[in-house]
């Protein structure tokens, strides 16, 4: 590298270091995300569309599996399973019916419907309403590492682009103006790189949360459903369960 950049560079790298200091001091993070924006260029547009998408997704899922499925796993199968002991089948389809959204609650329901029907088709039931429900569950999930690959690969080129851009116009300037062009340069750089990290990394951490509380989620489901199938198999006597509409048509 040419003698004369280094030198440069050197006094661009001193002198960012208090700059940056100084505005963070004097200004607000509002102010500091709006000059963000002004000095990164196109690529910072780009990759907020890629931050929206990505709480987008994280929003829903907190929502779905937080709030929507979210259920006392331990004290609702105590009670179904004290119904079914005592021979209240309907009133045990009426109680799972209460927690419609969640897939615990519709497998447990379907293998209740078919407990009249012997232990075959309540595996069957059971076995068909496990992979009907539980995909849900996991679902847009693998989604969350795929977008923080984009935005990681956006900043890299918004840097990329940013340089190539700084080192070409660093030859049509004078000498004097070569430093504020080369800092306005590596800025432009270091925010589309800094920006695309950041998304990677809140989408990483939500992907690691979410998959494991999906993949909880349904081995609780999983395990609960292999519990009433051996609770149902053990049953001297099997009451007749009305047949539910519901379940037939999702069959």
Not at 32 to 52: E, Q, R
Not at 116 to 122: A, D, F, H, Q
Not at 196 to 218: D, E, P, Q, R
Request: hydrophobic letters at 50%; charged letters at 15%.
């Amino acid at each position: 590298m040419n003698p004369s950049l280094n030198e440069l560079l050197r006094v661009v790298v001193a002198e960012a270091a208090p700059a940056a200091a100084g505005h963070a001091s004097s200004g607000g993070l509002g102010d500091f995300i709006v000059g963000a924006f002004k000095a990164g260029g196109p690529f910072m547009y780009v990759n907020l569309f890629w931050l929206a998408a990505s709480l987008a997704v994280i929003g829903e899922r907190a929502v779905t599996l937080l709030y929507r499925y979210r259920l006392n796993a331990t004290a609702f199968i105590e009670q179904v399973h004290k119904m079914v002991r005592s021979g209240n089948l309907d009133r045990a389809v009426k109680f799972c019916g209460m927690a419609p959204r969640s897939p615990l609650a519709r497998v447990i329901r379907a293998g209740l419907i078919n407990a009249n029907r012997g232990e075959l088709e309540v595996a069957k039931a059971v076995e068909e309403a496990l992979a009907e429900y539980t995909p849900h569950v996991s679902r847009r999930v693998q989604w969350l590492w795929s977008l923080a690959n984009i935005a990681t690969l956006v900043g890299l080129v918004g840097t990329i682009v940013g340089l190539i851009g700084t080192f070409r116009a660093l030859g049509n300037v004078p000498a004097e103006q070569k430093q504020a062009l080369l800092s306005n340069g590596i800025s432009e750089a270091m925010y589309n790189t800094g920006f695309g990290l950041s998304i990677a990394v809140l989408c990483i951490v939500s992907h690691l949360f979410f998959s494991n509380y999906a993949k909880n989620m349904v081995e609780l489901v999983e395990l609960n459903a292999l519990k009433l199938e051996n609770l149902l198999s053990r049953r001297g006597s099997l009451e007749v369960v009305p047949a539910d509409p519901d379940v037939r048509a999702a069959s």
